[in-house]
């Protein structure tokens, strides 16, 4: 079974521009999350989408935003970029819900790598 | 607040032998998840084992093991007969209703591993 792909592996952009980052969860998933590493911040969970639907959401500006398409895709979008967002963004997706009583395990992509200059 | 602690920025360990990693965690719940994941180089977070807090027998998958100390709130990963390829980042993650099932994560231990 193929694991969660992530699109594009690397982007850079400058500062004020936005951009969309794409995740494909396991086939059958259908919750899929967002996390933002950066080397000062650590990881840190952005939000949840399960069933077209954001169920959690982390602490973070409305810039950052995000939704997902009926066959579980998710789409990630940051606007008016900040030198700040420069990080590794990673999507997980596990099969239901993990922000809800569930013993659910969330497995990673690969990862996109953000760069703003 | 919750929060994850792992005290540990580095270690190394010969190959072949044993590594401990700590953590410690903050929580007044009762039940919750904990995580140990591995980030390679690659950058791919994967899963090395899972414990629900209200299982007493300490998770255990081939090499890896926990020592799950609820009372202290300690969470350790062992690693036996260590191999190249366990070099990583190794996370601590918590899950549990007073994080509103959000991963709360450490800081990291990056693990050397010598041949």
């Known amino acids: 079974k193929a694991g969660v792909t992530q699109t594009p592996r690397y982007l850079i952009k400058t500062r004020g521009q936005q951009v969309t980052l794409s995740c494909s969860p396991i086939?059958?998933?259908?919750?899929v999350s967002w996390y933002q590493q950066t080397p000062g911040q650590g990881l840190q969970f952005l939000f949840e989408?399960?069933?077209?639907?954001?169920?959690n959401k982390g602490n973070f500006p409305g810039r950052f935003s995000g939704r997902q398409f009926s066959n579980s895709r998710s789409e990630m979008n940051v606007s008016t970029l900040e030198l700040g967002d420069s990080a590794l963004y990673l999507c997980?997706?596990?099969?239901?819900?993990?922000?809800?009583?569930?013993?659910?395990?969330?497995?990673f992509g690969p990862g996109t790598r953000l760069t703003v200059l | 607040a919750q929060t994850v602690t792992q005290s540990q920025p580095e270690m190394s360990v010969q190959e072949a032998e044993t590594v401990t990693l700590s953590c410690t965690y903050d929580?007044?719940?009762?039940?919750?998840?904990l995580f140990w994941y591995k980030q390679p180089p690659s950058r791919q977070m994967i899963l090395v084992i899972r414990?629900?807090?209200?299982k007493q027998q300490n998770a255990t998958e081939n090499r890896f093991s926990v020592n799950f100390q609820k009372a202290a709130k300690s969470f350790s990963l062992k690693i036996s007969d260590s191999q190249l390829g366990d070099a990583a980042m190794y996370f601590c993650?918590?899950?549990?209703?007073?994080?509103?099932?959000?991963?709360?994560w450490g800081a990291g231990t990056k693990l050397i591993i010598k041949p």
């Open positions: 997980a997706s596990s099969l239901v819900p993990i922000t809800g009583y569930s013993t659910d395990t969330q497995y």
């Open positions: 086939s059958g998933h259908r919750s």
């Open positions: 989408y399960f069933s077209e639907t954001q169920r």
């Open positions: 929580t007044s719940e009762s039940d919750y998840y």
């Open positions: 414990q629900e807090a209200y």
């Open positions: 993650a918590y899950r549990s209703p007073d994080s509103n099932y959000q991963l709360i």
